[in-house]
C-alpha cells in the first residue's frame, strides 16, 4: 500500500485541537496543495492555527456532526484526504456521557459515508489508547481485548468498529491510527477538561497546590505531540485498509512520577501535594506494544523530560498572555 500526501487536498478535522493543529503544521511542510481545518471549537482555538493559517490553511468553523455542515465543507473544500481528529476531551465524559460518546461515531460515520460516495480518497482515523481500558497484559498490542472505561473510550471504540467495518463492507480507504498519551504546547490546561501534564503546570504557576487522584501508581505513555504529527505523516502512505496501528514512544510515567518531575523542574515540594480520592474509571496501566508501528520504520523520539521542559515554557507564556486579556 503506497499513498501520497503530495500535492493533495487535505482536510483536518478537529484541526483546531491540539494533536490537528501539530498535525496541520507538519501537513504544511510534507508537500500537500491546500490544506483546510474543520473544526466547531468545542475545545479548539483559532490560535493553535496561527502558524498554519499564515502558511495558507483555511479554517471552516463547522460542526462535523452536522450533514448539512460537513457536505459545505466538502463542496467548497473538494478534499483529496480527510484526517478525523474530532473528539470531544474524556473529561467531558463525566459531563455529559452521552454527548461525548455520540461524537465520535458520528463524526466518523459521516466521514466514512462521503468516502463510500467516493466524495474523496482516503480517510485516516485517529482512535485512542483509552479504547483498551486498563491494560490486561502489557506491553498491549493491537490485538488486545477493547474494554473502555468511559464513554468517550467507548466511542472511540465504537468509531473504530465502525470503520473497519465499512472497509469490510465496502473495501474503503480508511485506515486507523492510534495514539497514547500525549503531551506538549496547545494541549488545553484549563479545568475540567485538561489532562495531568498541563493540569498540573497550570496549578503551579497560579500558586495552587497540584494534586494526585488515587495512589499515583496509574501509568500512561507518553509521546510528544510534535512526534506524533510527524509519524502520522510518515505512516499515511503505508497503513493497510482497515488497519489499525499504535503511535506510542514507550515512556511509561506513573502519575506520581510525572508530578514530581513537573514539581522538581518548577521548584514546588512534594509535601505541597493534594492527595485525592481515586477517580471511578480512571485507566490503571497503559504500556504500548511499538512492535507493529516499528515495521513502517526506526523513529528518534522525544525524550520525556525534554518534552516536558518544552511544555512547561510553552504553558508559562501561555497563561501569561492569559492573564494580559
Ligand atoms: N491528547 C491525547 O493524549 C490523545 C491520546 C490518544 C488519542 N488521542 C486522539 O487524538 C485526536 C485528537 O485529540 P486532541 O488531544 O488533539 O483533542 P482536542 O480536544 O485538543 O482536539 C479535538 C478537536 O475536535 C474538535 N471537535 C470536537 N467535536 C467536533 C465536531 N463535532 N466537529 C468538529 N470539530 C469537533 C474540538 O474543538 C477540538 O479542536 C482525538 O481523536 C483523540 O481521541 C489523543
Not at 16 to 24: Q, V
Not at 211 to 220: K, L, N
Not at 314 to 324: I, Q, R, V
Request: hydrophobic share 45%; proline share 5%.
Amino acid at each position: 500500500m503506497i499513498r501520497d500526501l503530495r500535492g493533495k487536498r487535505v482536510l483536518v478535522v478537529g484541526g483546531a485541537g491540539f494533536i490537528g493543529s501539530h498535525l496541520a503544521d507538519r501537513l504544511l511542510v510534507s508537500g500537500v496543495n491546500d490544506l483546510a481545518v474543520m473544526d466547531n471549537l468545542f475545545l479548539g482555538k483559532r490560535e493553535n492555527l496561527a502558524d498554519a493559517t499564515r502558511r495558507g490553511a483555511k479554517l471552516f468553523v463547522r460542526d462535523a456532526e452536522d450533514l448539512s455542515a460537513l457536505d459545505a465543507v466538502f463542496a467548497e473544500f473538494r478534499p483529496d484526504v480527510v484526517f478525523n481528529c474530532a473528539t470531544k476531551a474524556l473529561n467531558y465524559s463525566f459531563t455529559d456521557p452521552a454527548d461525548a460518546f455520540l461524537t465520535n461515531p458520528k463524526v466518523a460515520v459521516n466521514l466514512l459515508e462521503r468516502l463510500r460516495e467516493n466524495r474523496y480518497a482516503t480517510l485516516c482515523h485517529f482512535s485512542s489508547s483509552e479504547v483498551y481500558g486498563s491494560a490486561v497484559y502489557q506491553p498491549m498490542d493491537e490485538d488486545h481485548p477493547l474494554h473502555p472505561t468511559t464513554t468517550y473510550a467507548a466511542g472511540k471504540a465504537a468509531a473504530d468498529l465502525a470503520l473497519q467495518s465499512y472497509v469490510r463492507m465496502f473495501d474503503l480507504d480508511a485506515f486507523i491510527l492510534r495514539p497514547f498519551n500525549n503531551f506538549g504546547p496547545r494541549q488545553n490546561s484549563k479545568p475540567p477538561l485538561a489532562g495531568i501534564i498541563p493540569l498540573t503546570v497550570r496549578k503551579i504557576l497560579r500558586g495552587e497546590a497540584p494534586e494526585i487522584h488515587g495512589d499515583g501508581t496509574q501509568t500512561r505513555d507518553f509521546t510528544f505531540v510534535t512526534d506524533t504529527a510527524a509519524l502520522v505523516v510518515e505512516f499515511f502512505a503505508k497503513v493497510p485498509r482497515g488497519d489499525a496501528v499504535h503511535i506510542a514512544s514507550a515512556q511509561v510515567r506513573s502519575v506520581q512520577e510525572i508530578i514530581e518531575k513537573i514539581s522538581g523542574i518548577m521548584g514546588v515540594p512534594m509535601e505541597r501535594v493534594v492527595r485525592k480520592p481515586a477517580r471511578p474509571s480512571d485507566v490503571a496501566a497503559h504500556f504500548a506494544s511499538t512492535k507493529k508501528m516499528e515495521t513502517f520504520g526506526s523513529f528518534a523520539f522525544t525524550g520525556f523530560d525534554d518534552g516536558l521542559r518544552a511544555t512547561i515554557e510553552w504553558l508559562k507564556a501561555d497563561l501569561a498572555g492569559e492573564e494580559k486579556t
